[in-house]
Every structure is written in structure tokens, then in C-alpha cells.
């Protein structure tokens, strides 16, 4: 008797993905490749492994963005307009000034806490001398909105009396960078240098409780921070 074998269907491969969803695609691969390049750096990173722990092959890949350095300079603005985008979402535009600082410095601590990625890529572009952020326009326009944002902020504070006025907008926005950033990228060398935990929770929400008071310390008027 004949045996009758069922067709099986087709798998859906990598390239039925790409045309059903390539902004799915794209934000995958994009994912993996800064945890990848946050790692390893762009000298050590591999499409490989990149391929590997997607969905997608190495083809598909440079299709999408040309190659290794080219993924690298993508990831990077993905992690840039990520903390932009969080940014335009604070709901702080009917906020006193000193209250709309405070939450600005505390959605950037948490961001980069939560997003360790970004702070290693930005380590990593440093050491790269900014190479290949000076080619992407697009950090630059991103970052100009987080200019006026914090700009926005700060006149308002001038204007209401609270905040003292010749301060630069760029450079504030430095000292908001600095004290947040740094609670990740030497998190591992002070806990193990002081023999204390930076990472720990209740930690944490010291460390922020200083930075907010720190910033509006900087910022008041009458240098000391004004009610919260």
C-alpha cells in the first residue's frame, strides 16, 4: 500500500519576516547588536553572534545596515534617541520649575540605570574619539532637543525667581549627564574599592535623593534648594 506523506508547510524564514514587519526586524537586530557592541566593543563585537542571537542571518543584516560599523553607528543613535524619546514623554510642562528639574534629573538617573548599554557605548565612543558620532546627524538634532528641554526648564526658574540666572543651558545639562552617568559607569570599581554595594536599591535612591539636590543646590537662587 502507497504510503501517502503530508506536505509539510514552510517554516517562515528570515526574509518572509523582513516583509511583514522590517521595523520588527530592525528593532531586533538592533537590540542584540548594542548588548553585543556594550559588551565587546566595535573591535570585538561579531555579526556572528549578532546573527546568532537573532532571529536573522548575517545577510539579512547587512542589508538592513551596510556593515559592522555601519550597525555600531545605528545602535548608537537607537540608544541616544531611546533617552530622547523618554524625555519628550515626562509629563513636566505644567510643573514648577523646581519640581520639573527634579523629575528630569530622576527619570535620567533611572533611565541609565535601567539602560547600562548606553552608558558602556558612550564609554566606548569616547575611547573611538567620537569618529563615528560625528558622522550621524541624527544624535546631533536629537540632542538639541534635549537642550531645550532642560533650557525651557531653567528660564522658567529664572523668570519665577527660584533659579539664578547666567547659567548655560548646555552645561547644566553636562552636570545632570555627569552625576547620573557616573552611578553606572563606575559602579564596579567603587563597590569594590569601598566594599559597598552602589548597586543596591536603597543605595540607589540616595544616590539619586544627592543628585536631585546637588542640581538645585547648583541652581537656586539663593543657593539652597527650594521646596520640592
Known amino acids: 500500500m502507497a504510503v501517502i506523506k503530508k506536505e509539510r508547510k514552510p517554516k517562515p524564514d528570515a526574509s518572509t519576516t523582513r516583509i511583514q514587519d522590517p521595523e520588527g526586524t530592525r528593532r531586533n537586530i538592533l537590540e542584540i547588536a548594542s548588548k553585543e557592541f556594550a559588551l565587546n566593543g566595535l573591535s570585538g563585537a561579531r555579526i556572528d553572534e ?3 542571537r537573532t532571529r536573522f542571518s548575517k545577510r539579512m ?17 537607537n540608544a541616544y534617541r531611546q533617552v530622547r524619546e523618554g524625555e519628550a514623554q515626562l509629563d513636566i510642562e505644567g510643573l514648577p520649575p ?12 533611572d533611565h541609565h540605570h535601567r539602560h547600562e548599554e548606553f552608558i558602556r557605548m558612550v564609554m566606548i565612543e569616547n575611547i573611538h574619539h567620537g569618529q563615528y558620532l560625528q558622522q550621524s546627524d541624527a544624535i546631533r538634532e536629537l540632542n538639541v532637543t ?5 533650557s525651557r526648564i531653567y528660564s ?3 523668570e519665577e525667581g527660584v533659579f539664578r540666572p547666567g547659567l548655560d543651558a548646555i552645561e547644566l545639562h553636562w552636570q545632570v549627564s555627569a552625576l547620573c552617568f557616573f ?3 563606575n559602579r564596579t570599581t567603587f563597590s ?12 540607589l ?7 536631585v539636590e546637588m542640581l538645585l543646590r547648583f541652581v537656586a537662587k539663593d543657593e539652597a534648594p527650594a521646596e520640592r
Do not use: C, W
Request: proline share 2%; charged share 25%; glycine share 8%.
Open 146 to 150: 534635549a537642550i531645550d528641554h532642560i
Open 183 to 185: 552611578n553606572v559607569s
Open 50 to 52: 549578532i546573527a546568532a
Open 205 to 211: 535612591e540616595r544616590l539619586k535623593s544627592n543628585s
Open 156 to 158: 522658567r526658574g529664572v
Open 98 to 109: 523646581v519640581a520639573a528639574l527634579t523629575r528630569l534629573v530622576e527619570f535620567t538617573f
Open 61 to 77: 543584516i547587512y542589508y538592513y545596515f551596510g556593515d559592522k560599523e555601519g550597525l555600531y553607528l545605528r545602535a548608537l543613535e
Open 192 to 203: 569594590m574599592i569601598f566594599g559597598r554595594d552602589f548597586g543596591a536599591p536603597a543605595q
